[in-house]
């Protein structure tokens, strides 16, 4: 069968884009906290203030005249990130893995010219990859260094973490590998691959590719059933943190593992995708319901971790207040 | 809570209004809600004609009663040097014409355009309660002769309607009695048969008056009024067929004239002659109903979009199809959710392609998207700013746009110089968007998302180009408020959309089989 029945997705707790944008996004996120997390350099401020571990700036270009001085920012490193600071869907980000005298090498392998880098920098000063085509400043970080957990199961990239954070719950999350489809990318409408990862410890639940069910990533075909991702306490408890620092009640947090400098956050999302709920094989609602039925949040993040890693552990079945309802549902 | 009761409480209000107002226009002031609603519009000329004997002339001729059910659009009066006036009297309006000397032979014409509208005729009036019959004199032997006809008729019928139709067929019976041959004869004129008929029922103390009128038919000449009688029965008048006894009045009948006054007076003349001819119109409804109500200085009417100069009319049944375009941008996207590139941009399209008709239109679009895409593949590789490039992108359009109107009018294809109404700038930004998301996303998603603002485009098109949806969003735009309800309705959404059935049908058929 090609379409699903609306009411089995109902009793999986399966949430649709207008129930996300209505009852999560427009009721969590004041849209005058937005600019916090969709200006990258604000984030990072942010993250920086409240202790939390970001990759290192290396410069940012904000006018086209300094798009020439591009060349002396970018002389004493050999690999760095170029990313708009307000793009949005990892549109725009350039990764350099290596510089040898005027030649930048993409993970890929793609040679590019200093004249190209310098192009891709004013595309995105003149907003092509920013939400509404504004003005935008190009940023300059310092690689992430491939954990080599996941070395097996990334291709030509570095995979992300996205934990969906309720009111500074952590309550799903998926790891997205890189693949040779995705361009390098962590991206799962361009081919990354979504893998479910249990809230409670770490582990691969189930993975998906372009919405259906793999059990090997398809470039080093290595299964997914032995991979627990490390860290996993600290990485719930940076993601709950981002909810203080943000204050919005519904955000997806990006994290990745550095080889040195272990978890850290990239980027925060106000409009988190729900991709995340099939990489999961289950619905946010019913984990939904669980949050909105707590009266007081804890003000501690590491604890409100520790309460999401005992409800939400996969073997734990969810018992949700009111029978998998969301409070949009009855208002 | 209490937003979501606000918004009901709005919405109803919104739906409540624009139907009302809908229903209010569609019953109380008869527009149609259909554009092939046609009436027929007759047009009656009475000619009056008569010879002058050289003394001063006054031409007195009863006009027809303004009644409900019967709209005229227009009257006049023509005739050569006279003076006309309009006179109204208790008794009904009559024109005069006259003149200080006038000889040989005269005409006076009158015309007059009307319509029937399908309104039921008001109850009769105070002013319009008949007076106290007056017994009619008769000489004894015809005084016999009514009474045992009247005796006669009234042993076989129940009540007045009756008893009067029973006596008109009893009048027009193939084989008269004896007595009937007294009153009444073949030779008799109409005008006796029908004072004869009124004389008996007011003997039998029944209130009858005459009624001349027309019978409306297209194309009629040399054509004269025919007599009915009309009865006061319970408490309205009653008209029937003097020669028929059929009761009620007929279809395409027009009532010219109630009551004993003479039809045409003319004094300082001789040999008058009144003929009528009739000619019959279609036209439609609502361009009757409109200008009806334009002279009635309707406030609804008065104050719309018809009291606009007819070129900002005509801009508004475009404008006023854009919510259609809206309310099809808001399903696709929350229902179906079907992916397009610019929120609106599919309705810039459809707009355009309302111009240029559907196919053409549609090869227009993809040669241009398509030419400037090509175009744009060679700009990106120019290295140029982001603003000069989408300018320079806007340069291509409008030159391809060029080249495809001069081309198809040397090729002779007129259709194809529709192209102009193209956004020009909307074209643009869809090329660098469909351009860009090329390089980043690849070239699925452009055909999905080009595909998408197509179909919607498409879609949009096929409603905003729907004769009866752009008949009644130009002529009822309270319709506009019945959108916005749907409109904010729709906002509330909070369902799965189609493409989310697709999306999560591999995860049903997962949880499905690990479901214990």
Known sequence: MLLASAKKLRSFGIIGMNQRNFGLISRYNPRRLYPLVDDKLKTKLLAQQAGITVPQLLGTVQYQHDVKALKEILHPYSQFVIKPVKGSGGKGILVITEHDHNLYFKPSGDAMQLSDIERHVSNILSGLHSLGGKPDTVMIESLIQLDPVFSDYSYEGIPDIRIIVLRGYPIMSMLRLTTHASDGKANLHQGAVGVGIDIGTGRALHAVQYGESVTHHPDTRKTFSELTVPHWDKLLQLAAACYEMTGLGYLGADLVLDRDQGPMIIELNARPGLAIQVANRAGLAPRVAVIEAIKTIDPDPQSRAAFSKRQFAFDTDIHPPRLLRTRSDDR | ?516
Do not use: C
């Open chain 2, 1 to 516: 809570m209490y937003a979501k009761l606000r918004l009901y409480i709005v919405v109803i209000l919104l739906l409540g209004l624009g139907i009302g107002l809908t229903l209010y226009k569609h019953f109380a002031l008869g527009f149609p809600l259909s554009p092939d609603d046609k009436k027929s519009v007759w047009t009656i000329e009475a000619r009056i004609d008569f010879a002058a004997r050289g003394d001063p002339v006054i031409v007195s001729f009863a006009l027809p009663p303004q009644t409900p059910g019967v709209v005229f659009m227009e009257e006049d009066f023509a005739s050569s040097d006279y003076g006309f006036s309009e006179l109204t009297s208790p008794s009904g309006r009559r024109a005069q014409w006259s003149k200080r000397v006038a000889s040989g032979l005269q005409t006076a014409y009158y015309r007059l355009s009307m319509y029937e509208t399908g309104q039921i005729a008001h109850p009769a009036t105070a002013a319009d309660l008949p007076p106290e019959p007056e017994k009619p004199e008769f000489d004894e032997v015809l005084r016999t002769a009514a009474t045992t006809l009247l005796d006669q008729v009234r042993s076989k019928s129940a009540n007045t309607e009756i008893f009067t139709r029973e006596l008109i067929t009893t009048l027009n019976s193939k084989a008269p009695s004896q007595n009937l041959s007294l009153l009444i004869n073949e030779q008799s004129s109409e005008d006796y048969k029908t004072h004869l008929i009124i004389n008996l029922l007011a003997l039998e103390g029944i209130s009858a008056r005459i009624v001349r009128g027309l019978y409306l038919e297209d194309g009629r000449r040399r054509q004269s009024l025919t007599n009915f009688v009309e009865v006061y029965i319970g408490n309205e008048w009653l008209l029937f067929n003097q020669n028929s006894g059929k009761s009620g009045k007929p279809k395409k009948f027009l009532v010219w004239q109630r009551g004993d006054q003479s039809l045409l007076d003319v004094v300082g003349g001789k040999n008058s002659q009144i003929s009528f001819s009739i000619i019959r119109n279609v036209h439609s409804t609502r361009d009757l109903v409109v200008r009806d109500s334009m002279n009635k200085q309707a406030g609804i009417i008065d104050f719309s979009i018809y009291s606009l100069p007819i070129e900002q009319q005509n801009a508004f049944k475009m404008i006023l199809l854009l919510p259609i375009g809206a309310l099809i941008v808001v399903i696709m996207r929350l229902l179906i959710g079907i992916r397009t590139s610019g929120t609106f941009m599919p309705i810039l399209i459809a707009l355009a392609l309302i111009q240029t008709t559907l196919l053409t239109g549609l090869i227009i679009f993809l040669t241009v998207v398509g030419t400037g895409l090509l175009i744009r593949s060679y700009l990106s590789r120019l290295n140029l700013l982001f603003v000069a490039r989408i300018s320079a992108v806007i340069i291509v359009v409008i030159a391809i746009i060029a080249s495809i109107s001069i081309l198809s009018n040397k090729l002779g294809l007129d259709q194809a110089m529709t192209v102009t109404f193209f956004p020009m700038i909307i074209l643009s930004w869809t090329i660098e968007r469909m351009s860009v998301l090329w390089e980043e996303d690849g070239p699925r998603e452009v055909f999905i998302q080009g595909g998408g603002s197509l179909l919607t485009a498409v879609i949009a098109y096929l409603f905003m180009t729907n004769r009866t949806i752009e008949y009644l969003t130009f002529n009822f735009p309270e319709l506009m408020l019945v959108n916005l309800a749907l409109i904010l309705i729709l906002g509330q959404y909070t369902g799965y959309r189609l493409s989310e059935l697709y999306r999560f049908h591999a995860l049903e058929r997962r949880n499905a089989a690990g479901k214990r």
